[in-house]
């Protein structure tokens, strides 16, 4: 059963919106919401901040009766989205068909982002798969790189714009697709802190990354939170890998960065993407962490694994 028949069959729908400019957004989106409302479905809006004000702002009174985020915020780590926003909507309306438009990629992106945003909208339609669910995400086509369109059409069974809907001649498994963006990672600058990780370093760790969070500018809670995702992921090193890792600390113009390299193999596409289930022990680190960070970045294979958290400074 193709991506289109199964969601005519009420099954899960993610068409991609192409659109040049705000009347063509509005008109691609407004109408999207009012047969959601009309048809009793819960809807949600996850859109950066200028088209969230929008979308308000047309819908008038019926705003109210719709869940907004601004997904610059909400969705700052596109890791985050998934288990976050999607999966926590669907998940407080359980028996309910659900109505989304969440648009993860937009002109403020940048290129560093991108590969992380390009998984999460494969990924989409593996986690939501037999779900009763429409995720539309609007594509602006006046500012965003051509390679990032052509890439909405093999993560997006349909795709609509001006009115128009067709289905992607190059939709492609999501797993494989998301695959394609598992890429390497630069090695660390010659300047940053490094840090053998193993069990007796867990302190050490802390403390070198809470001071260099504190050196970066961070806010308070901000270096607790990356202390909290570092650790994390360094007791996960230990319990998991034989031979221990590396932790790399550094900072740019604009963030400060932490880079782990060890030689486990991350071999689920959803791990920190998908809630784990209450009583599933362990299996929580990389959620935790996308819930922390503004972006994390994976590159994984068969005996080599590095995670970068990157921290706005």
């Known amino acids: 059963m193709s991506p289109a028949v199964a969601a005519r069959a009420g099954g899960f729908a993610h068409p991609a919106l192409f659109y040049g400019d705000h009347e063509e957004y509005l ?88 590969p992380a945003c390009a998984q999460h909208e494969a990924l989409i339609n593996a986690a939501f798969a037999g779900r009763p669910a429409t995720i539309l995400c609007p594509y602006d086509t006046s500012s965003l790189d051509r390679s990032w369109l052509d890439d909405a059409y093999r993560t997006h069974p349909t795709v609509q714009m001006g009115g128009a809907v067709w289905e992607s001649p190059h939709y492609a498994d999501p797993v494989v697709v998301a695959a394609g963006f598992n890429l390497p990672l630069r090695d660390p600058p010659a300047h940053a802190a490094t840090i053998i990780v193993d069990l007796p370093a867990l302190p050490a760790i802390r403390r070198l990354v809470t001071a260099e969070a504190i050196a970066a500018g961070l806010a308070p809670d901000r270096v607790s939170d990356l202390t909290l995702a570092v650790n994390e992921l360094a007791t996960n090193t230990v319990r998991h890998t034989a031979a221990g890792g590396t932790l790399a600390v550094w900072t740019d113009r604009t963030r400060l960065i932490c880079q782990f390299s060890d030689t486990g193999h991350i071999t689920n596409p959803l791990a920190g993407r998908i809630p784990v289930p209450p009583r599933q022990p362990g299996s929580r680190g990389l959620i935790l962490v996308n819930q922390l960070c503004d972006l994390v970045r994976v590159h994984t294979r068969p005996g080599a694994t590095t995670i970068r958290l990157h921290m706005h400074r």
């Open 27 to 114: 008109a691609g989106t407004v109408p999207f919401i009012h047969a959601g409302l009309a048809a009793g479905e819960p809807v949600m809006v996850a859109v950066p901040g200028d088209n969230l004000d929008h979308i308000r702002t047309a819908l008038g009174r019926d705003a109210d009766r719709v869940q907004l985020h601004d997904m610059s915020v909400a969705g700052r780590n596109p890791g985050r989205i998934l288990p976050g926003v999607l999966l926590a909507f669907a998940a407080a309306h359980p028996g309910k068909r659900v109505r989304i438009i969440g648009e993860p990629i937009w002109a403020g992106r940048t290129a560093t982002e991108y």
